[in-house]
């Protein structure tokens, strides 16, 4: 079985703060994926980055940055300098090789104000 | 491309009315799913389908029909709505060359009174 654990229910944090959104994840399987999207107020779910679970190396696209570690089983995400667009809430997921399905976190609210 | 699109976007029922949510994709994705989203419990997988005719059961398919007549349509039959069905649900498509990355619709809001 697999599971996702976001323990942060909700983040409040102001304008140019860094923020850290934990994720934990389970799975028997060797070869897996892990992602993060956005879901901003208005409802739909952004993709923003996907982790094979055979490259360990963190990733930083613009403010964003991404900490994947084996050992610890987390796939931590983080905002540097935050901005009030960033206000969402954020998924961690994980799927299997071979199976398509996305097991979700519970999500994370990020309040960023201004 | 549209990419998966989602009718309708809102849509209030009574308890014991039925209804389907219409989805569609225009990628060519053999790989397509139906979650529903819930507060504080993220995104739970209703039905799934590899490719057309050929459709099972996610981890909350209880209430819920599918069929899969053609690559493009997926769509979500609600037989004899409950108000535990209220949610959001979403659909998703995947290809086999995308690492499981799935790419969902907009949404449909669901309430049942």
Not at chain 1, 79 to 94: E, M
Not at chain 2, 20 to 25: E, G, H, I
Not at chain 2, 48 to 58: K, L, R, W
Request: charged share 15%; proline share 4%.
């Amino acid at each position: 079985a697999q599971k996702v654990t976001q323990a942060q229910t909700e983040i409040s944090v102001v304008e140019k703060e860094d923020v850290t959104l934990d994720c934990v994840y389970e799975t028997r399987d060797t070869t897996y994926y892990l992602f993060w999207y956005k879901q901003p107020p208005s409802g739909e779910l952004v993709f923003l980055i996907r982790r094979n679970s055979f490259d360990e190396q963190n990733e930083i696209s613009g403010r964003y940055s991404w900490n994947f570690q084996k050992s610890t089983s987390s796939f931590n995400f983080t905002i540097t300098a935050s901005q009030v667009v960033d206000s969402a809430v954020y998924f961690c997921a994980l799927s299997a090789a071979g199976r398509r399905a996305l097991t979700f976190g519970s999500g994370t609210r990020l309040q960023v104000q201004p | 491309n549209a990419g998966v699109t989602q009718t309708p976007k809102f849509q209030v029922l009574k308890t014991g009315q039925s209804m389907t949510l219409q989805c569609a994709q225009d990628m060519n994705h053999e790989y397509m799913s139906w979650y529903r989203q819930d507060p504080g419990m993220g995104l739970r997988l209703i039905h799934y389908s590899v490719g057309a005719g050929i459709t099972d059961q996610g981890e909350v398919p209880n209430g819920y029909n599918v069929s899969r007549s053609t690559t493009e349509d997926f769509p979500l039959r609600l037989l004899s709505a409950a108000p535990s069905q209220t949610s959001v649900y979403f659909c998703a498509s995947s290809s086999g060359t995308s690492y499981n990355e799935q790419f969902f619709g907009p949404g449909t809001r669901l309430t049942v009174l």
